[in-house]
């Protein structure tokens, strides 16, 4: 601006600080501003547009420059770690990668683009700014099942993209870049990929919504839990005062409910009992939790166990947790009681196991996995994946379980803990924050020995060295056998799994849905495709021809499984199969499953 015209140069600065304050006047209200009528924003941008010969200093422009390329750069991010809706967030990542281009280009040759700079585009590159951070927030919801429950209900994800799409181009057709893409050329794939990301999240859903014990609750609704369990465990991981009376006061059973199978065997921490009350008896599983001598350390740890297995009994993928017992001064942990033992166990005493057997074992563990999402567990190991009486694996031993996003702690190197730890973790040690790529590399050392039925590396001995060596040092994973039976998609998810590169593992979300398409059934006279939908339920298990115990014949009752048996039993009177679903409780009930002999007395009780 020339110096000898001072009026020039009021007026021009009088502008400047009418379109500032414009700005800011908008900000302070942007959701109203940004939906207000056509006339409003007409009129706003009219504003800017009358001082676009006014040429200011590229210093004011750079801030905004450096702001899209780190919001593009956390996009990326975002993008990459994407669960879900990894097209939308593909589709956002372009629009903004292409501001991104452009205000870099603008960045190296503003003496070739000194017009650009002006009070008019000022303005509106700080709208793109504000219409990317929109953005961000948007893809990082979505991109993760915690952040989806709003879109989900309302079942608006295709409407806030199309929103978001149509204020982003509105905005960069304001700024006229030089550096153009026509976005109208692949419009068409673009609503492919709303419509494909969309439908796949329905039907991810709809199978991992399967694994639910609470036939009224949906999968947002356990959302929202482990979301609130993960602040609730951050806060008390930070806790470090609360005395044993904080840690139990409203979590004890009575004691005299329990009656224990069996002598009891010396230095033996978890022992079987047997639960009367309300005229039901069943099995369950006592484990020591805490006694005299426990510091503030066991304390804080038998609080981390209680809070996450109180919100994730939901899942029947996940041990079945009952609640607290006390006898004097030792504490107990009820769970369901695991009749084969845990996973290492079944296949030594019933292997070889067959291929269906060794699928569906692996697809219980990963929906438990889908439903821990933002709490890893930090201890996936065979030992810790216990199978009940109808041969369900479920995960057990929250003992380690931390949210991820709190501060990793030192964990013990024990033999078998290092069997299934990732490289990073064992170059860095408690350096390295543990992570769900750490979970996925500990999943697929576990499908391998479900593969084979083998202990990892057990060649190399107890050398803890020589496993650390193996692993990071020489790169190398133990290898499937020849002429393996399990698919070849299997095969290739566990080595992907344990690839030595974290990035390159797949998503927990990824691994749940190639598991399910493996086991789904092929389609057959007695269940017609038209209502397949394969169900990890009591009557599947226990249908395997691999010489286990035979289960009932499911003809008997239409095939139910106790939980649709239950949903049966919750329709209006005359509409349900009644007496199917009496038959199904009643079976069930004699091979010891505690919701159907619960519904079989309720029947009972009711003369139903």
Request: hydrophobic share 35%; with cysteine; glycine share 4%.
């Amino acid at each position: 601006m020339s110096a000898d015209h001072p009026a020039d140069g009021a007026q021009a600065s009088s502008r400047r600080t009418r379109i500032a304050n414009a700005f800011n006047t908008m900000f302070d209200h942007s959701g109203e501003v940004l939906e207000s009528s056509l006339n409003n924003t007409t009129a706003i941008v009219g504003a800017a547009e009358t001082a676009v010969n006014v040429v200011i200093p590229f210093a004011s422009f750079l801030p905004l420059i450096t702001e899209v390329t780190k919001v593009f750069n956390e996009i990326i991010e975002i993008y990459q770690t994407a669960e879900h809706n990894k097209k939308i967030c593909g589709i956002m990542l372009d629009r903004v990668q292409v501001a991104d281009t452009a205000v870099r280009n603008l960045k190296n040759r503003r003496e070739d683009n000194i017009k650009f700079f002006s009070d008019g585009n000022l303005f509106n590159l700080q709208k793109l700014v504000h219409v990317i951070g929109k953005i961000r927030k948007f893809v990082e919801e979505i991109s993760q099942l915690k952040g989806l429950k709003k879109y989900i209900q309302a079942k608006s994800i295709e409407k806030h993209v199309k929103d978001l799409i149509n204020e982003f181009d509105s905005t960069i057709r304001l700024l006229q870049f030089s550096l153009m893409v026509d976005f109208n050329v692949r419009a068409d794939k673009d609503i492919q990929d709303i419509k494909s990301d969309i439908e796949d999240l329905d039907q991810y859903l709809n199978n991992i919504g399967s694994g639910l014990t609470d036939i009224n609750k949906n999968v947002s609704e356990i959302v929202v839990q482990i979301s609130t369990l993960n602040a609730t465990v951050n806060q008390m991981a930070q806790s470090n005062s609360t005395d044993k009376s904080d840690v139990f006061q409203s979590e004890l059973l009575e004691f005299n409910e329990f009656e224990e199978e069996g002598d009891p065997i010396e230095g033996q921490n978890v022992r079987k009992y047997k639960r009367s009350k309300a005229g039901l008896n069943y099995y369950v599983a006592l484990k020591l939790a805490a006694d005299k001598d426990s510091g503030i350390d066991d304390k804080n740890s038998i609080k981390n166990q209680v809070t996450i297995l109180k919100k994730l009994q939901e899942c029947e993928c996940i041990l079945q947790y009952f609640g607290l017992t006390a006898d004097g001064d030792k504490f107990y942990l009820v769970t369901e009681w695991a009749d084969y033992g845990n996973l290492r166990e079944f296949y030594k005493t019933y292997g070889p196991l067959k291929v269906k057997r060794k699928l569906r074992f692996a697809l219980d563990i990963a929906r438990g996995l889908n439903f821990l999402r933002s709490i890893v567990h930090r201890d996936i190991r065979a030992e810790n994946i216990l199978i009940t009486i109808h041969k369900a694996a479920k995960i057990a031993n929250f003992k380690a379980s931390r949210s991820v996003t709190d501060s990793t702690r030192n964990q013990k190197a024990t033999l078998e803990a290092i069997r299934y730890c990732a490289p990073e973790k064992l170059l860095n040690g408690e350096k390295y924050k543990y992570d769900t790529k750490c979970e996925v590399y500990s999943f697929g050392i576990l499908l391998w020995e479900i593969a084979e039925e083998t202990t990892p590396y057990v060649k190399l001995g107890a050398d803890i060295i020589a496993i650390q060596e193996y692993v990071c040092i020489k790169q190398c994973r133990e290898s499937f056998s020849f002429g393996s039976p399990l698919p070849k998609e299997y095969i290739e998810l566990a080595i992907q799994a344990v690839h030595y590169d974290h990035n390159f593992r797949p998503q927990f979300s990824k691994i749940f849905t190639i598991l399910q398409d493996l086991c789904k059934p092929p389609p057959s006279p007695r269940m017609p495709p038209v209502t397949i939908s394969f169900d990890v339920s009591e009557c599947d298990r226990l249908s395997d021809d691999e010489g286990e115990t035979i289960g009932p014949n499911s003809a008997d009752f239409d095939f139910l499984t106790v939980d649709e048996a239950a949903k049966q039993h919750k329709l209006p009177k005359g509409q349900g199969k009644c007496e199917s679903a009496y038959k199904c409780f009643e079976a069930y009930a004699e091979l010891g499953d505690i919701k159907a002999k619960y519904m079989k007395g309720y029947y009972i009780q009711q003369k139903l």
